[in-house]
Each structure stands twice: as C-alpha cells, then as structure tokens.
C-alpha cells in the first residue's frame, strides 16, 4: 500500500529521436542560445540581428561616436608604441626577418576590428607561439641555411593555424579549448617565460654561434661553450636597459596611474637604442643591430604558402599547436578583461576573428598573431571603448611601414633581447604555483608537468604531458565518479551527506544514496560495486535485525544520462538486492534518463510505483511500509 501523499513522478512519453537530437546539439554547440532573441522579431530585424551577431562591427559601429573616438584614438596610439618593439622581437624569436613582426600588426588588427567580440582585445604577435613556431619549423628547415623555404613554411604554418581556428569557431567547438586547463597554460606560460629569457642571452652577451634546441641544458650549454664570443660592452648596455624596464614594471604596480611610462618603456629603450648604435658605432664594438628593414607595406604572400607533402606534417602539426596555444590565451585574455567591465565576450565568435586574422595575414606577409597578454592590458589601462584602437594602432602601423621602418635598421639585439626578458619575467605567475600546491596537489602537478616539461624537454612535450595529466584526472573521474550516503537535517526535510554533516541521522532500515555523475559502461560497474560496499558497511554496523536494510533510495537527481550497459547494471543489482530482501526506488530522475529507462522497459521491470519525486516522499512511503509490515508480522 502506498502512502497517499506523496507526489506523482511524470511518465510522460519519451520524445522522439529528432526532438531530443536537436535538444542535445543545441545544449552542446549553442549553450548561450545566442538566436533565443530573434525567434519574436520581425524577417528584416531577424536578418539585421544575424549579420551583427556574425559581424560584431555592425553592431557598435551604428552606435560609434567622437567622443568614443578619442578615447580609442589615444589607446591605439599607445599600443602601437609597444607593437613596434614587440614585433621586432618577436619575429627575431620566430627566426624570420624583423619586418615581418612590423608587418604582423598592420593587417590582422583590421581583421579582428570586423570580427572580433571584445572591446579591449589588442591584436598582435605572442612571444610562446613565435617560439614555438621556430622550433617545430626550425626542426625541419633551417632559417640560417635556408631562410626562404623557412619563411614560407612559417606562412603555411600560420595559414593552417587560421583554417583550425576559424573550423572550430564556425562549428561551435570552443570546448576543445577547455581541455587546456588553468594549471596547464599557467605552467606551460612559466615554462615558454624561462626558455625564452634564457635564449636572450644570447643577445645578452652578443654570442655569434647558438644552439637551435630551446631546453634549458642546451641553451646554458650553448651559453658557457661559447665563452670566447661574450662581449661585455652587450651585456653592460642589456643590463642598463633591462633594469629601466623593470623599474617601469614596478612603477606601474606601485602607482597603477603611471602605466603609460611602463606601456612607452620598450619604445624608449628601442630608440635610445637605436640613436646610441648609431652615433658609437655599436657594431665595432661587439653589438648587434637589425639591419635593414625595408620600407613599404606587406607584399603579399599567398603565392609562397607551401603544400608539399614532405613539409606539410610539420606545418600542419605547427599549426594545429600554436592554434591551439593561441587561441586558449587570446580567449581567457578577453574574458578576463570583459569581466572586469562586467561584459561578454563570444569564445566561438573570438575563434572566427583569430582564424580569419591568421588566414588573410598568411596571405599578406603576417605570421601568427593573437591577443598578447601585454598589448591588451596597456589597451585596457589606456582607456579604449571598442575595438576602433585596433583600426588607429593598423593606421599608425601603415604610417611606420610607409615612412619610419628604416630608421628602426639600428635596433641593437641587445635592445631587443632586453625587452624580451622584461615581459618574461612577468608572465612566471610564482602565487600561482605556490596557489595551487596548497589548494589541489593535482593541479600542481598537472602544471609542474608543463613547466617542467617545457623547460626542459620540448614546448610541444610539455604541453602534451600536461594536458594528458590533465586528460587522466578527468578520466579518474569519470570512471571513479562521487557517491554519498544521506542523512536526515534535524527539525528539516534536507538530506545531505553524511560524511559533510555529521549531525545527519540515518533513517532506519532505509539507505538513502545519491550518484553525482553520468551513468554509463566506463563506470557502472564501479557504481555497483561501490552500492553493495554502501548496504555491507551499513548492515555491518550492528547485529540486531533491527538495523536490517530492507530499502535501497538511489538520488539520480545529479546523473545527467545513463547508456543501456547502465541499465543493464541497475537490472543486476535490483536482482541482487531481491536476494538479499532489499526493495530498490529511484528518486528524481531527470528527464533524459526517465527517457532511457521507459523504452528499455526498467520502469516496468521495477515497476512506476517505485519511481519519487523527492527523498522526503520516497522515506515516508518507506516508513509507512515498514510500519504496515511490522503491524502485519505482529498481528501474525
């Protein structure tokens, strides 16, 4: 007899296959529903609002006024002081001529102004994916022996990274890119930070010879093999302009006003760098310069984009890497500064911007660019509205191109290492290790694993190590998912678990657990396993028959779906719990696993009676049974 109260579970008939497949691609592809305010509007507003979702330009542009312009114009100014120096340096740590870093900020920031969804995203060359770049391309064409072919594998490279990008943004597949965890980009960014300060002793000491490996014991032993080669006038001029740098860095953090002198500090040293070779004839003395930089906007390159088969696993496999890498910080960099602003930016739609940037630069002389860390934050900090500072840093960045870029030619190395090191050294998030080791051993491990892994082995292996920790953990939790025993709140109807809240009380001959995960063949026998582990200790706990369970309440509130191997595993354990005198009743299933268990026919198999809605319903009608079997055994 069932307890009268209690609330019916609704066993509404399954939905067919196309409405639940369409339920679930929307959930997975679309989970911000972004048409959900189109459905009411009208034919030509629902067009209107289509071409702003695709194109974001057309959605602030309408609204763009002078006195956004102003505050634009300034942040796109300042940015572009801090592009210029960077792009030399980069394309030197990409090993392709420093031009090509100038010509990188002129065409991609375009690109992104049209496509792009964050207002404050300042586009431009990275320091890890140039690295990286270098090294995976470097392994198969060399840019000293053969620089050409090496240039052209490093556009085809990018070209490859534009059509990944832009293939998963328009198949909604951002997912992918939270596989790289917090733990992993913050390890693997200490790593790429260490590797790359210790390639700029080569700058440093104005060594002529190097190794092409980027681990950290070949970089040291290149360093100290090459002893005959340190010229001290370079290191004396790197230190001096290291140690300008860094005073900026600090006067920024100490007074956050002042980050203009921080955000022109790389131009600064570049120009006093350039005038002091000039006028001391720095090459006679042991220091390096550019050399010459051509003037003119970017030739284009399409032309040079090389499919041979015998390059083409290694410009891919470059491609698909640093795609990766790039687009994971050039996502989380915008997030980060849109929710300072308390705004939204669209991973997908940031995957589109980034590949079509990639595309159309590989096309016109550019190499890989993304949202720099650096370049975003001086934006932020300047005062930019919209995405209008990327236009105004383009325009001055055509303007150097057309009339400025020669005078760059006596860039010393020394210059261009010391800025390098300066924005490393930031990027070595020390709070953040010691963060994680004291809140997660695993996370500090998993990015260990990166740091390590890039310091001293490979960037690629680092990364790959990391993630595949990562990849295990999430795996370990699939296959061992979280399962509870549940108590009764004192004076409530809550039931919470009783390990959390020790004052719970146990309802007696009744085990109430809840399951916190799919159900599915990776687990379900864990899942069985770990149930009649649940009913041995509970029945292990005392001798008196009292104690005996004789109810099993399975809480599916959190289980999400279940496959048939997990049915089929809830048909063996309602038999075995038969033989042991033990009634088995879900609570609250969720629709997509009702589903499930009504066309394989468990609800029947068990019957709908044993199906709550909540464990207080599904307790009291225990209770009224085991109530209405004592009266019967006593009136017998």
């Not at 002129?106 to 404050?120: A, D, L, M, N």
């Not at 594998?153 to 990008?165: E, R």
């Not at 733990?183 to 210790?198: E, H, K, N, R, V």
């Not at 083409?312 to 910080?329: C, D, K, N, W």
Request: aromatic share 12%; glycine share 6%.
């Amino acid at each position: 007899m069932a307890n009268p109260s209690r609330q019916a579970v609704n066993f509404a008939a399954p939905r067919g296959f196309a409405t639940a497949f369409k339920a679930d691609c929307k959930e997975t592809f679309f989970p911000d529903d972004p048409f959900h305010e189109m459905k009411h509007e009208k034919p030509l507003n629902k067009l209107k609002k289509t071409i702003q979702y695709f194109i974001p330009l057309f959605e602030w542009l309408p609204n763009y006024n002078l006195r956004l312009f102003r505050y634009d114009l300034l942040a796109g100014i300042t940015i572009t002081s801090l592009a210029i120096p960077q792009g030399i340096s980069y394309a030197k740590l990409a090993s392709i001529p420093p031009i090509y870093g100038l010509y990188s900020s002129f065409i991609p920031p375009f690109v992104y102004s049209i496509f792009g969804s964050s207002k404050h995203l300042a586009v431009g060359t990275v320091a890890a994916c140039s690295l990286l770049l270098s090294e995976t391309v470097g392994a198969k064409a060399s840019p000293q022996d053969d620089p050409t072919l090496y240039l052209h594998l490093i556009f085809t490279a990018t070209f490859f990274t534009g059509i990944f990008q832009t293939a998963l943004g328009f198949l909604r597949l951002g997912i992918l890119v939270d596989f790289l965890s917090h733990s992993t980009i913050t390890g693997f960014m200490g790593g790429t930070a260490i590797i790359i300060c210790l390639q700029q002793l080569k700058g440093m000491f104005g060594l002529i010879h190097f190794t092409t490996h980027t681990d950290v014991v070949s970089v040291l032993g290149a360093v100290f093999r090459h002893r005959n080669e340190w010229r001290w006038e370079s290191a004396v001029v790197g230190i001096i302009f290291l140690a300008f740098l860094q005073f900026t860095r600090y006067l920024r953090q100490k007074r956050p006003k002042l980050f203009w002198v921080s955000a022109i500090a790389p131009m600064v040293v570049v120009v006093v760098g350039c005038l002091f070779a000039f006028f001391a004839h720095a090459e006679k003395h042991g220091i390096q310069i550019v050399g010459e930089l051509k003037k003119g906007l970017n030739p284009p390159s399409i032309q040079y984009l090389n499919f041979d088969p015998q390059y083409l696993p290694v410009t891919v496999r470059a491609g698909l890497i640093t795609g990766l890498i790039a687009m994971a910080e050039g996502i989380a960099i915008g997030r980060s500064f849109a929710i300072m602003k308390s705004e939204q930016t669209d991973g997908n739609k940031e995957m589109i911007a980034f590949g079509f940037m990639n595309i159309i630069g590989s096309f016109t002389s550019c190499y890989l660019t993304t949202g720099p860390f650096s370049k975003t934050a001086v934006n932020f900090n300047a005062g930019c509205r919209t995405a209008m500072s990327n236009v105004v840093m383009g325009f001055c960045m055509m303007l150097t191109l057309l009339f400025l870029a020669p005078l760059f030619r006596y860039t010393p190395l020394v210059a261009l290492s010391a800025i390098i090191m300066s924005a490393m050294l930031g990027l070595i998030n020390y709070d953040e290790m010691i963060h994680l080791f004291k809140v997660d051993k695993f996370d500090f491990v998993i990015c260990m694993a990166a740091f390590l892994g890039v310091s001293f082995i490979s960037m690629d292996v680092g990364l790959m190590l990391s993630v595949g920790l990562a990849l295990l953990r999430a795996l370990l939790y699939v296959a061992r998912p979280a399962a509870c025993k549940l108590g009764k709140i004192p004076n409530s109807s809550l039931y919470r678990d009783t390990e959390q809240y020790p004052g719970s009380t146990p309802i007696q001959g009744v085990l109430v657990l809840q399951l916190g995960s799919p159900i599915y063949f990776a687990n379900s026998t864990y899942i069985r396993e770990r149930i009649l582990r649940y009913i041995k200790e509970e029945q292990g706990v005392s001798d008196s028959k009292t104690d005996i369970i004789e109810h099993l309440l399975l809480d599916l509130s959190g289980v999400s779906s279940i496959d048939m191997t997990g049915i089929e595993t809830f048909l063996e354990l309602r038999r075995i719990l038969d033989s042991k005198g033990i009634k088995l009743s879900i609570v609250n299933p969720r629709i997509e696993v009702l589903e499930k268990m009504t066309l394989a026919k468990f609800t029947d198999a068990i019957g709908k009676e044993s199906f709550y809605l909540s464990i207080e319903d599904a307790v009291q009608n225990c209770r009224f049974s085991l109530h209405s079997s004592k009266t019967t055994m006593e009136e017998a």
